[in-house]
């Protein structure tokens, strides 16, 4: 259990690839109950373990995961999420140069549930929902481009859906467009840091989550050294 931060209200982890926040169809046990036996253990408690799920990210993508400790913590995180008062931070590693710089990207999105997959358009459609991020090309190597992509909605596969549009497909996401998987299976997009109003003592906090060592394979001179280097945790 990679845990980058945990007080008595909430805990943080740093999510691999292939891991489930949540219980699904696959019946893989989910790292939230994954979690609830580590602090059970951990604290050597007798009963029940309360965790609670704060938000999701996608099976193959990485990075910082919120959970609450206690229902007092839940209930206001799910707030915080719902009104968009916890900002998101990504890395995504593109093949394709964008066709910008920076941008601020809206599309309107349909999630094809057989196929659970989303498809992006131009314009609103019937059952469709607006998904806006902005993104800044931060480095590149070779034959790879860097991403910081902050998200100021949360949709369904709205990062994977919103580069392929723009012909940006994230390296190894073959349902998005990519030409070939990665190796451990998982794709390049890694969710870097949250920052929000902690629910209980109402500090100011910025969790970060150490990149995978694929991010060191594919670009020459990026930022994850500092990354990594720095702490993990900024309280305010």
Request: a positive charge; one cysteine or more; aromatic letters at 8%.
């Amino acid at each position: 259990m990679n845990v980058i931060y945990e007080d008595n209200h909430v805990i943080a982890i740093n999510k691999t690839c292939g891991e489930i926040v949540q219980g699904d169809k696959s019946g893989d046990t989910p790292l939230s109950e994954q979690l609830k036996e580590w602090l059970k253990e951990k604290y050597q408690k007798p009963g029940n373990v309360f965790v609670g799920v704060t938000h999701r990210i996608d099976r193959p993508v990485s990075g910082v995961i919120l959970f609450a400790k206690t229902t007092k913590a839940l209930s206001r995180l799910n707030e915080m999420f719902r009104l968009g008062q916890v900002k998101k931070t990504y890395w995504a590693i593109i093949k394709n140069h964008p066709p910008k710089e920076e941008d601020e990207l809206t599309h309107w999105l349909c999630r094809n549930e057989v196929q659970n997959k989303c498809y992006a358009y131009d314009e609103e459609r019937p059952h469709s929902k607006q998904a806006v991020l902005r993104y800044k090309l931060i480095d590149r190597s070779d034959r790879y481009f860097l991403l910081e992509i902050h998200l100021k909605t949360g949709r369904h596969h709205q990062i994977r859906t919103q580069l392929a549009k723009i012909g940006c497909p994230i390296k190894g996401d073959l349902k998005y467009g990519a030409e070939r998987s990665n190796p451990d299976g998982g794709i390049c997009l890694h969710a870097l840091s949250l920052e929000f109003v902690h629910p209980v003592s109402k500090e100011a906090i910025k969790i970060v989550a150490p990149v995978p060592p694929s991010y060191y394979l594919c670009c020459k001179k990026m930022n994850t050294e500092q990354i990594n280097e720095s702490s993990n945790i900024q309280i305010e």
